[in-house]
């Protein structure tokens, strides 16, 4: 019992990290996209918001699917 416990806690200390380093680089790909899309100003508005909503998700500490979402609105 004390094994399973210790690999669950083991892959939680091991995935948090993982998480934050992928939100990251999607931040990173959404500013890229951004500046370089060939969009209309509203759907780089909404890929804005959408990007400070990813950020903000990030910052809790958890998953960040409107990065995704932001990715898939301009092309990505």
Known sequence: MRLKIA??????????????????ALLLKVDKAIEEAQASSETKDQAMRLRDEGERQRADGGDCPALRQALQLLGE
């Open 7 to 24: 690999a669950a806690a083991l892959f939680v200390m091991f995935a948090t990290p993982a998480s934050a380093e992928t939100c990251e």
